[in-house]
């Protein structure tokens, strides 16, 4: 049975900085997503890793967020800097097909979710 579980969300005031994780079990994690839904608004994909470690990232977050992976305890992580208000959302991970392209990227299972609350 695949399981991810997210976690290392929280409060943090703009500008500051958190850094997600996403465990895994049941699967070896090949590539990755980290998504996130801000109330209201749809779930939007952020950034991939391949498991060669190729990345992606969304315009919003380029340069402020950086994925990296830990093969060694099937674990990817996501570290988010300056961030703002607008960065308050539920974020997911999710392991997938297809490619770290955002166009290509399939995500088929998915975690729980965690929630960043960035306060101006």
């Known amino acids: 049975q695949v399981q991810l579980v997210e976690s290392g969300g929280g409060l943090v005031q703009s500008g500051g900085s958190l850094r997600l994780s996403c465990s895994a079990s049941g699967i070896l994690l090949s590539f990755v997503g980290w998504h996130r839904q801000a109330p209201g608004k749809r779930r939007e994909l952020v950034a991939t890793?391949?498991?060669?470690?190729?990345?992606h990232y969304a315009d919003s977050v380029k340069g402020r967020f950086f994925i990296s992976r830990d093969n060694a305890k099937n674990m990817v992580h996501l570290q988010m800097n300056r961030l703002t208000p607008e960065d308050t959302a539920v974020y997911y991970c999710s392991a997938g097909a297809g490619g770290p392209a955002f166009t290509t990227y399939d995500p088929r299972s998915w975690g729980q979710g965690t929630q960043v609350t960035v306060a101006s």
């Open positions: 890793i391949s498991s060669e470690a190729a990345t």
